[in-house]
């Protein structure tokens, strides 16, 4: 029994090791986020034209994505962890759009 | 064989899938928390233009500002998935390190959402004063909780490790901790495009 709990301690080390990127990684990864906000705020002061709603909505998915992915390990997670994350998220979309909706349609 | 199956379940807290009981509880909570700033974020949308005879967003959004405090909140994504990082390593120095150091810079950010609030108040937004400001005060007030409740959890982290006193797998209540702040962070991703960035 000693034994099984050890090999299992010593499977959950390996999966954490597994799961996780190198420090290095990591700080690429924030660099990129760093970048991303950047770019972000450049549009507050650059004119994009009709890019600049495209572009910010483009740039805050990206963020999202690549801290959840990476940062949160999603990527290399279960894909149980990540159905319960996106399950959450596509119903609050969907009550977003239905809310406006009702108000599109239903507002006299 | 039944008791060691039996041991096996328990004592590190793995459900009949494999995985962490404590981790798919959180991922679900988080999964809850979607829901709660969903309809935070679409009340704000919804009522954003309805600014009455109060100042506009346009008016009382200081942009650079946030977008340094945004930046702070970024990179203690940073800081704490290097604590993590530490943890898996057992290393407890680092892990302290990182985790105190994540807690200053999500409580700079919080002492800038109260600098902003302040500043928006004396320009004339105050909670009542339209519903762009209620919407506005609601959800990023409730943003600014979380990452106060973060910061709590975080020191309490630290006070624990340091006195030994966290039982079981350590590096994974520090990945617990940091999948609740991660979360804000993103949150923060969503709310610094939408209503700051993108005009009513």
């Given at each position: 029994m000693t034994t099984t709990t050890a090999e299992h301690t010593d499977h959950g080390h390996a999966d954490h090791a597994e799961h996780g990127m190198s420090i290095a990684g990591y700080i690429k990864i924030a660099a990129i986020l760093a970048v991303l906000t950047g770019l972000e705020v450049s549009t507050y002061f650059v004119d994009f034209g009709p890019a600049f709603l495209p572009v910010l909505l483009v740039l805050m998915c990206v963020k999202f994505f690549i801290v959840v992915s990476y940062f949160m390990h999603l990527k290399f997670d279960s894909k149980i962890f990540s159905f319960l994350f996106y399950t959450g998220l596509f119903l609050a979309i969907a009550v977003y759009v239905v809310a406006l909706s009702t108000f599109k349609f239903f507002t006299a | 064989m039944a008791d060691t199956a039996l041991h096996h379940d328990t004592s590190h807290g793995h459900s009949s899938t494999g995985l962490s009981n404590n981790k798919l509880g959180m991922w679900l909570f988080l999964g809850s928390e979607c829901l709660l700033f969903g309809g935070l974020i679409s009340t704000y949308m919804l009522y954003r233009g309805r600014v009455g005879t109060g100042p506009r967003p346009g008016n009382v959004y200081d942009i650079p500002f946030t977008s340094v405090s945004s930046f702070v909140l970024l990179m203690s994504s940073l800081t704490m998935v290097l604590a993590v990082a530490a943890a898996q390593k057992r290393d407890d120095r680092g892990t302290n390190l990182w985790l105190v150091v994540t807690a200053l810079l999500g409580s700079t950010f919080v002492g800038g959402q109260v600098y902003e609030f302040t500043a928006m108040y004396h320009e004339g937004?105050?909670?009542?004063?339209?519903l762009f400001g209620s919407s506005f005060y609601t959800l990023t007030g409730f943003h600014g909780v979380h990452v106060t409740l973060g910061v709590i959890m975080l020191l309490s982290v630290v006070a624990m490790n340091r006195k030994n006193?966290?039982?079981?797998n350590k590096s994974e209540v520090v990945e617990l901790v940091g999948l609740y702040w991660h979360f804000v962070d993103i949150v923060w991703i969503i709310i610094f495009t939408l209503v700051y960035l993108i005009p009513a």
């Open positions: - | 937004l105050g909670f009542t004063t339209s006193e966290i039982s079981g």
